[in-house]
């Protein structure tokens, strides 16, 4: 199962954590896992990378973190999206589309030969 | 758009805390992620042992993720405190700068023009005779030279001094001269032989009284010598003054 899985597309990480978190708040490991959850197994979080990456976003007001309770009652650090994290979400989403449709009908092109 | 979206890091003020509680911070939040991971593993069915061991993988290298996390965090106040050492340090040069320059320059008014007073009352009363030029030793070659300052003095104003201009300060020569309608005051400078180490050229000031009274006009010589301001014509009985400067 492990071989199926692929890493995310550059550029694709902030995205799928603003995703991730706007059910609600999750901490760093959380937001991973869901990650994963969400495309049946088949994307995986570089994990190095991941917290950087939350850290940024925070500082640009996209999530806030708070510290709290994880289910096995140990002290951790919960991430929740913001209004601008929404909305950025929003334009990741719109980008997303277009490029993954264009994408689409590249490969989806058929050349005529003479 | 990606301009101010490159201006998002800065929607959140730059962390406040200690830094210790900061590193603190990140170190508990990966210590956190590596416990989960070990649980997860056990969980599925690993040993305790190898669970340990991969969850300490799980982040590949941990140092260098909580110096990038640090960096995020306290990298913008660093940056900042840099910069306002930097501002503050050029702030108080400046300040110094100022402070020395505005004690020199009162200390060059109060010495100064009681000095160009004296010294101007010195000059008028004092007959200047003309240099005659002095005969050189004939170089090798046989060559006999007149004395190049014996053309830098003038013959005396005729015994009118408002027909004369002075120059006193940083000059080579300072001493009084005999005005002409074309006397400009690089020509002046010239005939004083130049001005002294130390003279500061971009504030000569000319002093010209006249029945409206008393005026002290400021001018930077380089300015004139470049062509950016035109020659001054000098008129009679101006006193020139040419002031000393470190810089």
Redesign the interface.
Known sequence: MAEERIDLVPGTLEMLVLKALQPGAL???AVA?RIRQMSDDVLTV???SL??AL??M?????IEAE?GR?E?N????FYRLTR?GNARLGEHVVQWDRVSTAVTRVLAAEWRTA | MRVLDAL??Y??PPDSRPIAEVDA??R???A??I???E??LIAAGTSPRDAARLACT????VD??FA??RE??LG?RNMLQRINFALTLVALLMLGVFLWRAEDGRAQTLNGFGAIEAELASLRTTVITPRVPVQQEAPIGGVTQPDPLSYLESPPPHGDPKSAVYVLGKVAHPGRFRWSKDLTLTKLIALCGDFQEFANRSSVRIIRTSSEGRVIIHVNVDDVLSGELPQIKLQRGDQIYVPESFF
């Open positions: 901490h760093g490991y896992r570089e994990e190095g917290y950087p850290h940024r925070a500082r640009r007001g996209l510290w994880s096995a140990r002290r951790a650090k601008d | 998002r890091i929607r959140r911070d990140i508990e939040e990966l956190f992620h416990d989960a991971r649980r997860e799980c982040l590949g290298d260098h993720v990038d996390c995020i965090e913008e």
